[in-house]
């Protein structure tokens, strides 16, 4: 390890918390509908849509409303995906003339990118239409990660309002947050990549005679645009099958702090958005600092485990650390960081290949996702996710000291914790089955990379991808109908078996009187609480997926340093 | 039922005035802006030679061979350095095809190298994320240079000045990692080569 991945890695969170308050503020202000700096510009646009779409923006809609509103568009988009992706063949801006997909693949994709996974089965240089990448892939870019926010404010409405049943109208939300959040911070962030390198045109892949009279063919097309939202919006589909590895994703160590700091922007800002609203900043900020400490320790163990290498290497006569599946431009600190910071967030975006990590480097990226993903998370899911940890932590800790448990003056009951420990029951069910199945399943067991535990490794890494919808994976895996389908149901049920719950809480707590506080009531933005909330994510997280992640990485770490190969 | 037929016509305005705003117009935009603003980068960043033929592109390595000529890293990108097959080995570190296509590599870089230091670096070893990578290590280019000395009868000082000149460092000293593009290092020394020979003709058409 060196002082300078750590400069870094500080470099990186120091630029978070800076942008923080700022970026917090001007979101809280975005969603109450008051005036900021872009309104001038926007608001004509907004309710251009407003009237096109037939939206009443005054109308504030109950939980199953808004929450049907989100199934509905959802499903819309999801079959659009499909339909697209079975016909671009047929369509224009495909000069590499891609065919169309199959019905399953394209099934998975579309479910894919519809739950802001975006898992990916396909070689996108390959067999992608510029068409079907822009208006297809990108365009859910943008709204699965605008449902993502628009969820998370309606749950912190619900959370901190007081004698209103609502919790605003879903359309107003996605509108908002895809015009004045995403749109201009991608303008800005796909131009800032561009002058990085990262090609934006509409031309025919370029043919290369390469130096020694070989012949390359360079994929072209609008791919900063796209890059930027993937990141921003923690969706993490790339436009070339290497992703952000590919030099024509990410060419620059420059390139890799944007995207870098594009995964982490939104979902920090998020918690000061949540203080904003519930009217004590350090709420937010007592999250803020639990997800800043997960990431932190999260990096550490990462970067010493690919910087310590792999011994059975090292016996060859090669020195240094893990350079398997890394760039030389962003090296161990670079991709040890991408690698932390795309699992701690749904991004699943990549710019080293997580499947060629040391066993010990691969099991933290499996439990980033395992914890559910709360370390800023993906954008809104993040903010939701967690918030049902601290529902979950507030009774925890209100049946320690025997008091019924309260979250900002309102009574946390049965009802509520049903619906938090059903979210937090759907991630470990959804990931831990399937696994199991797909483990003595023939037809997943042959598309295997990698055998021994670094093959039920790969399969463990993919259901917990899937589930909470990162889409990184352990590439070893070969697509068949399996999979496909396998993978779509468990993204689905990852993406709306915790939306719906927490929903559902958000109405539930949005009726609730507020009881004042007293000399009795746990204090929810104290260190011993954010001590007792990474307390409860670890052990609901880590004990859960314990017995798996001992039979995949932790078993392959011993063998290891034992030498023993497969 | 009527909210419920109300929000399927809403989703479906809303799936088609979207749609055009972010999946048309805003990749638009900004191919426009590029276009203008950077030109060069819009395009790929491609490196032509003296005729203006492209050879290549600062997005991707390419396969070396010559002795005369600094190697790139192992590529796993198709049949090597493909860039519409971009990807790694996705092999995990106790693979037997890891250790046997390592040790392959070693054996190899041994043979290619024969007065190189004794530890090889990393990154000249393992194959890289992308397949595509452009850059090598300093280290792997020190690696390298006795073996290009003796091809090209250029001296080790001159190589190591013109290895140095081609370091890339990191932004800020501490954001990435220092590194050599293969091809603009390669052509450089092509460009030693032609100025040793031929010194008043000389340009330094490659930085």
């Known amino acids: 390890m060196s002082w300078t991945g750590w400069l870094q890695a500080g470099f990186v969170l120091l630029i978070i918390i800076l942008a923080t308050k700022p970026l917090g503020s001007y979101i809280a202000a975005v969603f109450a509908g008051e005036r900021n700096v872009l309104s001038k510009l926007l608001r004509p646009i907004e309710h251009g849509c ?159 005679t390469t130096y020694e009279h070989g012949s390359q063919l360079l994929p072209q097309g609008p791919i900063a645009s796209q890059e930027i939202i993937k990141l921003l919006g923690t969706n993490g589909g790339g436009y070339v099958n290497a992703n952000s590895a590919s030099p024509s994703e990410n060419p620059t160590p420059l390139s890799n702090l944007i995207e870098m700091v594009s995964m982490f922007l939104i979902g ?86 997580h499947d060629s990590f040391t066993p010990l480097g691969g099991l933290v990226l499996l439990l980033n996702m395992q914890l559910g993903e709360v370390v800023f998370g993906g954008v809104g899911s993040g903010l939701y996710g967690i918030l049902l940890f601290v529902i979950l932590t507030v009774f925890i800790a209100g049946l320690m000291v025997g008091r019924t448990p309260e979250y900002l003056g309102k009574k946390i009951e049965r009802r509520e914790v049903q619906y938090a420990i059903l979210a937090a029951l759907v991630v470990p069910i959804f990931a831990l089955l399937p696994t199991a199945i797909a483990a003595v399943l023939p037809s997943a067991l042959n598309t295997l990379g990698n055998a021994g535990p670094h093959g039920f490794s790969e399969i463990l890494y993919a259901y917990s991808s899937g589930v909470n919808n990162n889409g990184s994976a352990f590439g070893g895996l070969g697509p068949n109908l399996w999979w496909n389908l396998s993978l779509s149901v468990v993204m689905l049920v990852g993406r709306f078996g915790i939306i719906v719950p927490a929903l559902a809480l958000a109405g539930s707590l949005a009726n609730k009187r507020v009881v004042p506080a007293s000399v009795g009531t746990f204090e929810t933005c104290s260190p011993i609480f954010v001590l007792l909330l990474i307390g409860v994510i670890l052990i609901v997280g880590a004990l859960t997926f314990f017995p798996a992640d001992a039979l995949g990485p932790i078993v392959e770490q011993l063998l290891m340093q034992k030498g023993t190969t497969w | 039922m009527n909210k419920r037929s109300a929000t399927w016509g809403q989703s479906l305005l809303y799936t088609f005035w979207s749609v055009i705003v972010f999946g048309l117009l805003y990749p638009l935009m900004i191919a426009i ?37 600094f190697h790139s890293r192992p590529s796993a990108a198709g049949n090597g350095y493909d860039p519409t097959q971009s990807g790694g080995s996705n092999l995990g570190p106790t693979s037997n095809k890891l250790i046997e296509t390592t040790r392959a590599n070693v054996l190899h870089l041994r043979q290619e190298n024969p007065q190189a230091p004794a530890t090889i670096p990393a990154d000249l070893a393992s194959t890289s994320a992308s397949g595509l990578d452009p850059e090598i290590s300093p280290e792997a280019a020190t690696f390298q240079l006795a073996r290009v000395a003796n091809a090209t009868q250029l001296s080790g000082t001159q190589l190591r000045a013109l290895i140095q000149l081609q370091t890339i460092q990191p932004e800020l000293g501490f954001i990435g990692e220092p590194r050599v593009n293969v091809l603009k290092l390669n052509l450089a020394v092509q460009n030693l080569i032609f100025c040793t020979h031929l010194p008043r003709d000389c340009r330094t058409s490659v930085k």
Request: charged residues 10%; contains cysteine.
């Open chain 1, 268 to 353: 920090a800002a998020l918690t000061y958005t949540y203080g904003r609203y519930a009217r004590d900043q350090r709420q937010g900020w007592a999250i803020f600092v639990a997800m800043a400490i997960l990431f932190v320790a999260g990096f550490a163990s990462v970067y010493a485990a690919e910087a310590a290498g792999n011994p059975i290497v090292h016996q060859l006569g090669v020195a240094g650390g893990n350079m398997e599946g890394k760039e030389v431009r962003f090296g161990l600190p670079g991709s040890a960081l991408f690698a932390t910071m795309t699992t701690d967030t749904s991004c699943g975006a990549v710019n080293a290949m």
């Open chain 2, 33 to 69: 802006l590029a276009h203008y603003l950077m030109p060069i980068q819009a395009d790929g960043s491609l490196i032509r030679d003296k005729h203006g033929v492209i050879i290549g592109s600062s997005l991707s390595g390419q396969l070396f061979t010559k002795q005369g000529y």
């Open chain 1, 50 to 208: 407003y009237r096109l779409c037939r939206i009443d923006p005054q109308r504030e809609m109950l939980w199953q409303e808004y929450g049907g509103a989100v199934l509905i568009f959802s499903l819309v988009g999801c079959g659009y995906l499909f339909a697209l992706l079975l016909t671009q063949a047929y369509l224009p801006l495909n000069p590499q003339h891609a065919s169309n997909f199959a019905p399953d693949l394209a099934w998975n994709t579309a479910v894919s990118f519809t739950t802001n996974t975006n898992w990916q089965f396909y070689s996108g240089e390959t067999a992608m239409s510029q068409l079907s990448q822009m208006i297809g892939l990108a365009w859910h870019n943008f709204v699965s990660a605008a449902t993502g926010i628009a969820i998370a404010i309606a749950m912190i409405r619900g959370i901190t309002r007081r004698g209103i049943a609502t919790l605003g109208n879903f359309w107003v939300d996605l509108t908002r947050a895809l015009l004045y959040l995403l749109l201009p911070l991608s303008l800005i962030g796909a131009l800032a990549l561009c002058w990085q390198g990262v090609p934006q045109n509409f031309h025919r892949y370029t043919q290369i």
